[in-house]
């Protein structure tokens, strides 16, 4: 596949190859763009955000919306493709794609709930008879920097509420998953995005948004990733506007008057779903000690269904992780923590790509698999004496994207409510749910900013302020 810039598709003097995680397969091959790609890219999207400002709100809305159809109509081929380029099971893949479509469609709606704010200039000293009002405009170039776990449907986070806001949009997609991204932006063509509105440059992380981050010329930045790529790109951004959705360690809490079939269904599913390469994966279980036996006795027989295989296959419950050396990192950790006490509850072999699942129980918090983010398929298991002491453990942590408690307690819930540091907070389900209208991101160093359309079409826009004398 090819790059995209300044309306057109292009190669580059040196390719980059895209393998498939599950066999190392070569599915293809994508240019090795550089700076200067950056910059021609932004040049074009100039007279690209001149064209979008001309838009109408409708305009913009039927362009997403045909959008949002023609990934229905290649929903399948999509799907493929995720499972190929990231390795998640085909049918998490297909989910992707079916929320992609819904996210491009709720951008589609908020392109026609831009308006600003009557301003009652009356009740301020010297302001009767003068009449005030904002309005909102478009930022102009957005770039959105996104990660490899959901090639498709963060990219439309990014994108949706920047058109649905009218602006130009540069896309920089994972280096590991760039052809979900690719294919995205042929869609948006078809369904009518001005050809000098939308790019797509591949290529190098570090070279790239480094190249981004210092062109005056982009007002907005979205960048989804790690805590510490998202530290420098916030120091050269110097006066861009900027969304943060970075790591995570999310804690789930168990306490003991918790339904145990619930909590162990729930654990299940969001402790390794696309082999725990989620954000707000359920990390860290915090369960209190005189439910712990009887929760690990109705956790380990589900994990243990986790079936391992193709991720095109329809039987495959458990994938490979993108990269071998990100398997190998967490087979590192998982050795760690039972070298430092841990006991493995269910686990198994690493096989190339493949993580098996691992549940550990009674691990030291300060263990690198509970204080950083593990992003793979384990859950580590901390007994706690107290919900005293399970609130303390859970904000014992330099993260705060998500957070989960299992109680039938309603005071117990409300206390986690207010004294969990989260920006996302369950109860009676894990940290590992998101809707895609919700108003979605982390405290602390999980970064700042709100995603879901309606909130980042707020953050895309500039607000002016008018003055009738």
């Avoid at 959105?144 to 997609?173: D, E, M, Q, S, Y």
């Avoid at 458990?318 to 509850?345: K, T, Y």
């Avoid at 918090?365 to 593990?374: H, K, M």
Wanted: some cysteine.
């Amino acid at each position: 596949m090819k790059m995209y810039l300044c309306g057109t598709w292009r190669d580059a003097a040196r390719q980059q190859p895209v393998h498939s995680p599950f066999d190392d397969s070569l599915v293809d091959l994508v240019p090795r763009g550089t700076p200067q790609d950056i910059r021609e890219a932004v040049t074009g999207l100039v007279s690209g955000a001149v064209s979008m400002r001309r838009l109408t709100a409708m305009d913009r809305g039927q362009l997403l919306r045909q959008a949002a159809a023609g990934l229905r109509e290649q929903s399948e081929e999509f799907a493929r493709l995720i499972s190929r380029e990231e390795g998640k099971v085909i049918t998490e893949s297909r989910l992707e794609v079916s929320r992609a479509a819904e996210t491009l469609d709720l951008s589609a709606e908020e392109a026609r709930r831009i308006a600003g704010d009557m301003i009652p200039l009356d009740a301020a000293p010297g302001g009767g008879g003068k009449l005030g009002f904002t309005v909102r405009v478009p930022c102009g170039i957005v770039a959105a920097i996104t990660p490899f776990n959901f090639p498709l449907n963060l990219v439309c986070h990014k994108v949706g509420p920047a058109i649905a806001a009218g602006n130009a949009v540069l896309i920089k997609p994972a280096s590991d998953t760039p052809l979900t991204a690719l294919k995205l932006v042929e869609v948006l063509l078809r369904a009518g995005i001005p050809d000098t509105a939308i790019a797509c440059v591949t290529g190098p992380g570090a070279e790239l948004s480094e190249a981004i981050c210092r062109d005056e010329r982009i007002r907005k930045i979205s960048f989804t990733g790690s805590a510490e790529v998202g530290r420098r790109i916030c120091a050269a951004a110097e006066l861009k506007r900027v969304t943060m959705e970075l790591g995570s360690n999310s804690p789930i809490i168990v306490l003991d008057d918790a339904d145990l079939e619930l909590a162990s269904r729930a654990v299940a599913g969001g402790g390794y779903a696309n082999a725990g390469q989620v954000c707000i994966s359920a990390q860290r279980i915090l369960v209190h000690d005189a439910v712990a036996a009887d929760f690990l006795d109705a956790l380990r027989p589900q994990v243990a269904l986790l079936c391992e295989g193709d991720p095109l296959d329809d039987s495959t419950r458990l994938g490979p992780m993108v990269r071998e050396s990100e398997a190998a990192r967490v087979e590192c950790w998982i050795q760690e923590a039972v070298a430092a006490g841990a006991q493995p509850i269910l686990t198994g072999q690493r096989r190339g790509a493949f993580c098996p699942a691992t549940i550990l129980d009674h691990v030291d918090p300060r263990s690198r698999i509970s204080c950083e983010e593990l992003f793979g398929p384990a859950v580590a298991v901390t007994r706690c004496q107290s919900v005293d002491e399970a609130i303390r453990l859970a904000n014992d942590s330099r993260f705060g994207l998500a957070a989960g408690i299992f109680t039938r307690d309603l005071q117990r819930a409300m206390r986690f409510i207010h004294e969990v540091d989260a920006g996302n907070l369950h109860v009676n389900w894990t940290s590992q749910w998101r809707a895609d209208l919700m108003p979605y991101g982390g405290l602390k160093e999980s970064g700042f900013g709100k995603e879901g359309p309606r909130y980042a079409v707020r953050d895309m826009t500039e607000e002016k302020m008018v003055v009738i004398h």
